[in-house]
């Protein structure tokens, strides 16, 4: 039997979002997640490509539906692409359609405003965010929004707490990357690395304490002219965490949200279970490496293999080791599980560039569970398996 799965297109703004709607029952995603626990290699992530795939598979003949589970509420999933440059998944469950398409609009409108606002690329009429304080906060104290205000208060702390392996002022480095990297990807055959006296010349105006922050009058001001803001390890996973906080405001529950790898549940699905999410295999393009139990916690991954262009017969990705000013080499991917995803946004990148037992003490004093995969394919866990599990 093949299962009957509605497919909407839907355009939900003025601004050209496409967004994917694919509804199923919420028995048929019983079915696939039996039991929603992660026992055995059978159980599909709830979130990501392959579970939008796996719904459309035939029916198992031992699978049965509970008929009382039929009525109860619908699973939504719907695929939106608003801000940071990267597609946002979404899974919940709703009693009709509209409440979904409501719900879909605000995350849609709030995920635009904190992408404008967190943003180091463009700047925005009406609007003082990170492109505009690495213009003009050399200059004079800047005043910014609470928003943005909090997340560099959070930044500091985060850098401060890992010594500096997550820099939220390490932007004149990481563009000498960025602009090796896009060039590099147009260009495969002209292909470069950023110069090492450009890199060292850069690394002088990466102090955090140039950074001055006035909480009484919420300013941001550079002691340094040419340091700059690059908030792009911890905007998401801290949008994310504001979004969750809106959305709880406004009585939603049973959603589990993915900006670009950055996932958080908000309350269990509509059975009381625990959302199970899966972490993408380093070594392949579609595999699953580890399976976590997620209610409302976050989930965040760091990897190489999602970010990077190829100089010669290497490989070279987007998060830079501050201790050598090139690509982190201890990890292909670490995933941190952690209440609020701001912090885990950060823990991911800072575990990044530290040494496992370096970073161990800092998953240990945020209670954070960590899962770090190596080169040769091993992998070395802090309390990741309390609630998930390897499943490579
Ligand atoms: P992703 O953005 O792919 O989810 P991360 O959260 O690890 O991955 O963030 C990587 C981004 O953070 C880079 O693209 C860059 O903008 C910035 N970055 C790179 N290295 C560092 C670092 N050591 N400290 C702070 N930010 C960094
Ligand atoms: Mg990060």
Redesign the pocket.
Known sequence: MVLKVRVNLVNISNKNIYVRLLLVSVALSCILLPGCSYQGKTTAPVIGKEALESVTKEKSPSSKIDEKEIAKAERFEAEIFAGFDTVTRIVAYEEKQASFDETLAFISERLEYYHKLFT?FEEFPDLTNVSTLNRLASGKPIKVEPDLFNLLLLSVQM?EDSG?????V??S??SL??EATAYSLEYPEKAFLPEKEKLLQAQTHTQLSNLILDQENQTVYFLDPEMKL?????A??YALECLIEEMKLRGVDHYLISI???VKALGPKEDGKAWVVGIQDPFSTSGIYAIQDVVDLSL????VY??FYQYGEERFH?????ATLYP?EYYVSVSIVHEDSGIA??L???L??LPLEEGRKLAEKYSAKVLWVFEDKSYEEYNFTDTGKVVK
């Open positions: 180091s850098s500096g392996a997550f820099n939220p390490f932007g480095v990481t990357w960025k690059d908030l792009g390890a911890i998401k996973g670009g790898g950055n965040v991954t760091s990897g999602e970010r987007h998060i830079i080791d501050p982190s946004d950060a991911s990148t800072a990044f560039n």
